[in-house]
């Protein structure tokens, strides 16, 4: 059984700033990948930030330059900081962690809300 459990959503400012953080545990075989998605109301799902095994990262291009993800392989953490938010940045965030072997797995989300 895996399980990641995030943290960190939360209401703010637009121009604030939250840190969102997740951690992998249980019966999960070395990661891959790990990254950030987010869906708004009627909206699909949409990639953030995903970072690699190597460190390697890419993000989506509303993010780029305000967002920063980051990993912790020893503790299977992975974390996104979010600095200067907009209104519409305002979405459920959802960790996704990629094994090398066997389905990936997702959180169970975490609201973000930015005021104007």
């Known amino acids: 059984q895996v399980q990641l459990v995030e943290s960190g959503g939360g209401l703010v400012q637009a121009g604030g700033s939250l840190r969102l953080s997740c951690e992998a545990s249980?019966?999960?075989?070395?990661?891959?990948?790990m990254g950030w998605y987010r869906q708004a109301p009627g909206q699909q799902r949409d990639l953030v930030a995903r970072i690699t095994w190597d460190g390697s990262t890419n993000y989506a291009d509303s993010v780029k330059g305000r967002f920063t993800i980051s990993r912790d392989s020893a503790k299977n953490t992975v974390s996104l900081q979010m600095n200067s938010l907009k209104p519409e940045d305002t979405a459920v965030y959802y960790c996704?962690?990629?094994?090398?072997?066997?389905?990936?797995?997702w959180g169970q989300g975490t609201q973000v809300t930015v005021s104007s």
């Open positions: 249980g019966s999960i075989s070395s990661i891959r990948t």
């Open positions: 996704k962690v990629s094994p090398w072997a066997g389905p990936a797995y």
